[in-house]
Structure formats: structure tokens, C-alpha cells
């Protein structure tokens, strides 16, 4: 066979070829056991699209399938603060303030008092009708960002002792 008819040969299998390869590619070899060097990558991965799959629940209404999305999202990453603080509105949502309570806890062992995590907050006190703890919350969001949106709507409806 020439050069030219191999290939020929080999060009629609390439593909398959380096399917098949892909994950031979990641092993090192390890006293003769091999052992995938694209584990903790790939767990990172699977972590971030369970954050992003939390998200899009719980835009859509669907509190319950964005707290599983999220739980598995800590669960694979401990120190996700932004998962953490998904789950927090999405206990938040199903009334589960007890468990918003301990998210939002972890929040702010990670990332400290961020404007976020006391928007969150806010809101969560709006949800259990105390207004006067939720203007506190929301007054110290609108201090760190003052120019959110979103603080402002929350902090406007605590002000009238109302949701949004």
C-alpha cells in the first residue's frame, strides 16, 4: 500500500480511533496498576454542572430538583460557597429554613459576609415574615453593592413589609 491509500484507509476510522484512545490517555501507570489522572478534574466538572443544573431548576421553579442538583454539587465539593448558597435558596423555597439556616452558615465560613450571601439572608427572613431582621440583612447587602438590582427590589419590599 502506498502512503496515499492508508490514508485513505485510516481517515474514517481516526475518529473512533481516538475515542477509543481518550481514556488510555489520562492513566499513568502506577507500580503496574494504572490509575486515571483525570479523576479530580472530571469530579471538579460533574461538581460545576451540578451548580449550573441547581440553577436552571430553580429559575424554573423546580426548588426540589435544583436542591438534589445542588446537593450533589457540595457534596463532590465541600467548599463550593456558590452551591452552598443555592441550596440555601432553594431550602429557602420549600420552607426548609432550618436547612437555609445551616447553608447559609457554610456560606459565610467560606466566603465571609458577601452581599450575596445577605441578600439571601434578607430574603429568607422575608419568607418567615420578620421584616425587621430582613431590612438589617438587606441594608448590609445594599452597603457592599449598592448598585444590585436585586438588593434593592428585596430591601424596597422588607421596607414594606411585603415580598417582592
Known amino acids: ?13 481516526l475518529p473512533i480511533l481516538l475515542l477509543l484512545a481518550l481514556p488510555l490517555a489520562g492513566c499513568q501507570s502506577m507500580g503496574g496498576e494504572t490509575a ?17 443544573a441547581g440553577k436552571t431548576q430553580f429559575r424554573a421553579g423546580n426548588y426540589g430538583l435544583a436542591d438534589e442538583a445542588f446537593s450533589r454539587a457540595v457534596a463532590r465539593d ?5 452551591a452552598w448558597l443555592g441550596l440555601g435558596a432553594a431550602h ?16 459565610e465560613r467560606l466566603s465571609g459576609q ?25 441594608s448590609a447587602a445594599q452597603a457592599l453593592d449598592p448598585g444590585n ?6 430591601l424596597a419590599a422588607a421596607i414594606r413589609g411585603r415580598r417582592p
Open 1 to 13: 500500500m502506498t502512503a496515499t491509500s492508508l490514508r485513505h484507509v485510516r481517515s474514517p476510522f
Open 36 to 52: 486515571p489522572a483525570f479523576v479530580a478534574e472530571s469530579a471538579a466538572l460533574s461538581g460545576q454542572a451540578d451548580t449550573l
Open 78 to 82: 465541600p467548599a463550593d460557597a456558590e
Open 92 to 107: 429557602d423555597q420549600l420552607r426548609r429554613f432550618d436547612l437555609s439556616e445551616r447553608d447559609y452558615a457554610q456560606v
Open 114 to 138: 458577601t452581599a450575596a450571601l445577605l441578600n439571601n439572608r434578607g430574603f429568607s427572613q422575608m419568607l418567615r415574615g420578620n421584616y425587621t431582621k430582613a431590612r438589617a440583612e438587606l
Open 149 to 154: 438590582p436585586d438588593i434593592g427590589v428585596n
